[in-house]
T-cell receptor
Framework: DSGVTQTPKHLITATGQRVTLRCSPR?????VYWYQQSLDQGLQFLIQ???????AKGNILERFSAQQFPDLHSELNLSSLELGDSALYFC????????????FGSGTQLSVL | AQKITQTQPGMFVQEKEAVTLDCTYD???????LFWYKQPSSGEMIFLIY??????QNATEGRYSLNFQKARKSANLVISASQLGDSAMYFC??????????FGKGTKLSVIP
């Protein structure tokens, strides 16, 4: 158990809908990262937050947004969902903003039908 | 150009034998970190081992060791005494400076009894 908690584990929804994925980092970790894993793109970095502030952006679509709350948990919001958004979404956390060791949650499997 | 290259899409190893998973990387940043993660069929990403670019010795974590050859830009993972539970996808990843992890496409390891 990495100590990073992601909910829900599975999510099935329809095109055009909006979903929210939730992540609780390991105790003491200030930095949260979101990654998307799909068969064709592999593991892609989406966005990073550090102590509530956006730190870095990767290949995140405009339809996607995220935030980190004062209690350090994070949410990834995906809207106007398309079939191609079906993927495994990982949250990871680390102590500092520059990640020497990154610990991943078990992921949320999103299926858009 | 790919920053992380894993040339072995799939590998087989006999139980109790050692196996080496290849990883080469590309960076011009003198400060970087190299990581290996394991992803079993259940989907979670498990941190295995980390090597910093300035580390003088190869990293080891139990049965895992990282064969770091800086001049060749390679960071191969060696698993000694393979076990059936080692069957999984293995990802090599790199962090350059303060940037996020970039992952390779992975190697699927199958351990044969």
């Amino acid at each position: 158990d990495s100590g990073v908690t992601q909910t829900p584990k599975h999510l099935i929804t329809a095109t055009g809908q909006r979903v929210t994925l939730r992540c609780s980092p390991r105790s003491g970790d200030l930095s949260v990262y979101w990654y998307q894993q799909s068969l064709d793109q592999g593991l892609q970095f989406l966005i990073q937050y550090y102590n509530g502030e956006e730190r870095a952006k990767g290949n995140i679509l405009e339809r996607f947004s995220a935030q980190q709350f004062p209690d350090l948990h994070s949410e990834l919001n995906l809207s106007s969902l398309e079939l191609g958004d079906s993927a495994l979404y990982f949250c990871a956390s680390s102590v500092a903003a520059t990640n020497e060791k990154l610990f991943f949650g078990s992921g949320t499997q999103l299926s858009v039908l | 150009a790919q920053k992380i290259t894993q040339t072995q899409p799939g590998m087989f190893v006999q139980e109790k034998e050692a196996v080496t998973l290849d990883c080469t990387y590309d960076t011009s940043d003198p400060s970087y970190g190299l990581f290996w993660y394991k992803q079993p069929s259940s989907g979670e990403m498990i941190f295995l081992i980390y090597q910093g670019s300035y580390d003088q010795q190869n990293a080891t974590e139990g049965r895992y060791s990282l064969n770091f050859q800086k001049a060749r830009k390679s960071a191969n993972l060696v698993i000694s005494a393979s076990q059936l539970g080692d069957s999984a996808m293995y990802f090599c990843a790199m962090r350059e400076g303060s940037y996020q992890l970039t992952f390779g496409k992975g190697t699927k390891l199958s351990v044969i009894p």
